[in-house]
């Protein structure tokens, strides 16, 4: 489930860039592409949730390091590119 929520995630925040890009309204493309990466954390939490419920430990320690470094790159990337264009906006306003 997490891998969909990423992909939507992803799709979203392309779309936000583009629709901001050709000068249409991309603040639901944004919300889309952030909220979508908030529900890929969750759906990841609730994985490793289950396996720490069913004791799978090997899961765990194989998964757990590496996909914590990527998830936290890629939330600060699906936050900086889903407020890109609200930046370019305060500075095109100055």
Same mark, same amino acid.
């Given at each position: 489930?997490?891998?969909?929520?990423?992909?939507?995630?992803?799709?979203?925040t392309?779309?936000?860039?583009?629709?901001?890009?050709?000068?249409?309204?991309?603040?639901? %493309?944004?919300?889309?592409?952030?909220?979508? =990466?908030?529900? !890929?954390?969750?759906?990841?939490?609730? $994985? #490793? &949730?289950?396996?720490?419920?069913?004791?799978?430990? %090997?899961?765990?320690?194989?998964?757990?390091? =590496?996909?914590? !470094?990527?998830?936290?790159?890629?939330? $600060? #990337? &699906?936050?900086?590119?889903n407020?890109?264009?609200?930046?370019?906006?305060?500075?095109?306003?100055?």
């Amino acid at each position: 489930m997490f891998l969909v929520l990423g992909i939507i995630a992803i799709v979203a925040t392309v779309l936000n860039l583009y629709l901001y890009k050709v000068g249409k309204d991309y603040k639901v %493309a944004m919300s889309m592409g952030l909220s979508f =990466t908030a529900l !890929t954390l969750v759906a990841e939490h609730s $994985i #490793i &949730s289950d396996w720490v419920k069913v004791k799978d430990w %090997a899961a765990l320690l194989d998964v757990v390091p =590496t996909m914590t !470094t990527v998830l936290w790159v890629l939330t $600060i #990337i &699906s936050i900086l590119l889903n407020t890109i264009p609200i930046l370019l906006e305060l500075k095109k306003h100055d």
